[in-house]
Every structure is written in structure tokens, then in C-alpha cells.
């Protein structure tokens, strides 16, 4: 069929998908090739998870479940929630959803009217923009300065917040940058939500990956009718896929997004969802460990990021990765990334796939096996000696 044939929606033409899955498809055609460009656990989900998920599904967890998700698994998450997090959630107001990406899907479609505005401080997350855009709202772009780290810039972010707001989405522990806003501007950007009946939408899918300090999830910092919360089991649990995540927050809101996810993904995996709960209620150290080793190879990536001065990251605080800047070299982002990928054969995200504001910068992951992350710094240190 040739393309006046086709009878593409003007939606999906107009999408052009996510830079990182450009990297990530190149990369795949690459015999060679050092990944730092995808945020991928490398460890396998604990034992103790798969045999439960393997127990259940012997023993008949074959079937739909709840579109809310299965009732125990929602306890746990609320539980979770209120002892790790501090935030005051029961079972009701908790949907378990297919990773955080459905999670935040469900939230918007729920909130964003056409034409309503979803404030981002930016650069933010691949996908919030065109969310915003498949729910028919508009994104509103805050850029956060470098010279600040990219630290929340709450006078700017309240500055967008208006009676046409409908939400501000804010991720902590943030990716692309690793930085965990302070509590005092997260509490007065919910605040000035809450003022204009807006939702903060907190991402807080890195939130078990913190190097420093608490846990406190933004729906403890703010009003909690205002606040919906999306989380996952894929980063914290080492579980990508399984597909498993969930929103959290006013009874209202889980509703609505109830009704809305019958119309569209049903429920998750009953298999998965008996992962999740073991996850959630059995043995925590396999996840812990798993912490500490990301903070030796944060450690790491930092100490090899010192010797090479084309190559300046933001001080992660979460997450697993580093955002440097490299605009002393030549040419835009995604040159750099491709000349790395094609010359040296390590594949990293240009900084333009979270939005202009990372025009300069790259972002590489140090989720990866130390090995692996090892291998990426000699590649990348051979690529800046030829500059
Ligand atoms: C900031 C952020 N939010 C949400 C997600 C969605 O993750 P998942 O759907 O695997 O839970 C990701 C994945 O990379 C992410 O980086």
C-alpha cells in the first residue's frame, strides 16, 4: 500500500514515537554493543517472586481478575504505601495497572479535559508529553535550569499553574536527571495544584531507588485529594516484565480510571499480579541488595565521569542515571549518540528525548552489570581521546 492509500489517524501520524526506542532499535542491529541507553534493570526478578507467580499459576491463578486488581494484592500495595511511603491510602483507592506507563495513562484520561493544560517541568520522561496529547490536553513545558542542576524550580512551575491547569506532573527520583526535589517545592507546587483544582501527578516509579535521605512520596507532602500517585514494580522490584504498577489516590479518581481501563486493557495478568504480592510480602533484602549495588555503580560512573571533562553529569540523588553534559562536543545530541553508537559501539539516550531543555546533554544508565558499565566508560573514554 503506498502512503495516499493508507488511512493512518491524524494522531498516529503525528506521532513519532520515543528517541530512546530509536536508540534502543539501532543498538539491536549492533553484534558488539555496550547498552547504557535503556533504563533496564540487568538483575532477573528474585526466585522467591517467580516460583510464587509459578505456584499461582499451577495452582489455577489463570483467570481475569478484578479490573481494580486482585483485592489482596491491593492491601499490600496500601500497606506499602502507608509504612514506606507515608501515605495515608487504603485498598480502595489503589488500582493496579500495567506498569506505570498504564498508570499514568489512566490518570491523565481521567483528569485532562480537550484543551486543558499539564504542566512538565522539563526536561521529564519521554512519554508525558504525548500522554497529555493522546488524553487531547495540552503540555505546558517549565524548563528547569542546568546552572540549578535541573533542581525543581517551584516560583517557575506555580508561575504555569492556572485555572486551565488540569494536572503538573512531577517524577521523583526524576528521569532523566536522578534528582529527587526537595519536599518544601514539591509541597508548594501541590499546593498551588490543589489552590487551582488541579492534580499533581506524582511518577514516583524510582521511588525504592534513593541514595540519600527518605523515601516520603509526594502524596505525603500534599493534600492526598489531590494528589494521585503512580508507582511500579519494574525498576524497585526488577520486574519490566511483568507489567505490573499501579495509581493510587482519591476513591474518585481510581473509579473513573477503573471505568476507563474496562474500555481498554481489562486488568493485568493475574500471574503477574501474584508476583507483585509476593514481591510486596515476602523476603525485602533480594530488592535491597539490589539498591546497594546501584549505589556502588552510581559511585563508580561518578569516579570515571571525573577523569573525562567533555562530560559533566548532574549529581544523581535516585534512579539509576547519570545526565551529563556534553555540548562542548560537536554537533546536537543525537549526533554524539550515533557517533558513539557507530564509532565505539555504545549506545546511549540523546538528551533531546526528554524534550529540548536536554539539547546537549546525554543520558546514560547505570543499570547495567558493573562489567558491562566498565566496558561503556573505556568505549566512551577511546571515543573523547579522538576529539
Ligand atoms: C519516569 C518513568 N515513569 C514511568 C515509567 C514506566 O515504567 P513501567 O511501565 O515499566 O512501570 C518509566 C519507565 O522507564 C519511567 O522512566
Known amino acids: 500500500m503506498t502512503d495516499t492509500e493508507s488511512r493512518l489517524s491524524s494522531r498516529a501520524s503525528q506521532e513519532t514515537g520515543s528517541e530512546i526506542r530509536v536508540m534502543f532499535e539501532r543498538a539491536q542491529a549492533i553484534d558488539d554493543v555496550v547498552r547504557l541507553e535503556i533504563g533496564e534493570p540487568h538483575f532477573d526478578t528474585p526466585v522467591h517472586v517467580v516460583e510464587a507467580a509459578a505456584e499461582a499459576a499451577k495452582g489455577g491463578a489463570t483467570h481475569y481478575t478484578s479490573t481494580y486488581g486482585m483485592t489482596e494484592l491491593r492491601a499490600a500495595i496500601a500497606e506499602k504505601a502507608r ?3 507515608g501515605v495515608p491510602v487504603d485498598a480502595d483507592g489503589v488500582i ?4 506505570g506507563i498504564e498508570a499514568l495513562a489512566l490518570a491523565l484520561l481521567s483528569v485532562v479535559d480537550p484543551g486543558s493544560e499539564v504542566v512538565l517541568p522539563t526536561p521529564e520522561w519521554t512519554n508525558y508529553a504525548a500522554q497529555v496529547e493522546l488524553a487531547g490536553g495540552e503540555p505546558v513545558r517549565v524548563p528547569l535550569s542546568p546552572e540549578d542542576g535541573f533542581d525543581l524550580d517551584a516560583d517557575a512551575v506555580i508561575e504555569r499553574i492556572s485555572d486551565d491547569t488540569a494536572a503538573v506532573v ?3 527520583p ?4 536522578g534528582r529527587v526535589y526537595d519536599e518544601e517545592s514539591v509541597r508548594a507546587v501541590a499546593e498551588a495544584a490543589a489552590d487551582h483544582e488541579a492534580y499533581l501527578v506524582a511518577d514516583e516509579v524510582y521511588e525504592r531507588l534513593t541514595y540519600e535521605g527518605t523515601r516520603t512520596s ?6 492526598p485529594e489531590w494528589v494521585l500517585s503512580v508507582n511500579s514494580f519494574s525498576k524497585g522490584y526488577a520486574m519490566t516484565g511483568w507489567r505490573l504498577g499501579w495509581l493510587a489516590g482519591p476513591e474518585d479518581v481510581v473509579d473513573a480510571a477503573h471505568v476507563i481501563r474496562q474500555r481498554l486493557s481489562l486488568c493485568s495478568s493475574s500471574v503477574a499480579q501474584h508476583a507483585g504480592l509476593a514481591a510486596l510480602t515476602g523476603p525485602q533484602e533480594p530488592f535491597e541488595e539490589m539498591v546497594d549495588a546501584y549505589r556502588d555503580r552510581r559511585a563508580y560512573a561518578l569516579d570515571r565521569t571525573a577523569e573525562l571533562p567533555a562530560i559533566d553529569p548532574v549529581a544523581p540523588e535516585g534512579a539509576f542515571y547519570l545526565f551529563c553534559n556534553v555540548s562542548s562536543l560537536e554537533g546536537s545530541s543525537m549526533d554524539v549518540a550515533l557517533r558513539l553508537l557507530e564509532e565505539e559501539g555504545v549506545s546511549v539516550t540523546p538528551g533531546t528525548a526528554f524534550g529540548d531543555a536536554g539539547e ?10 558493573q562489567e558491562t558499565l566498565a566496558a ?3 568505549r566512551i573514554e577511546s571515543f573523547l581521546a579522538q576529539r
Open 83 to 85: 509504612t514506606d511511603n
Open 96 to 99: 493496579v495497572t500495567n506498569g
Open 170 to 172: 512531577l517524577c521523583r
Open 174 to 177: 526524576t528521569n532523566p536527571t
Open 218 to 223: 509526594a502524596a505525603a507532602l500534599g493534600d
Open 360 to 369: 546537549g546533554y546525554l543520558r546514560l544508565s547505570y543499570a547495567t552489570d
Open 376 to 378: 561503556g566508560f573505556d
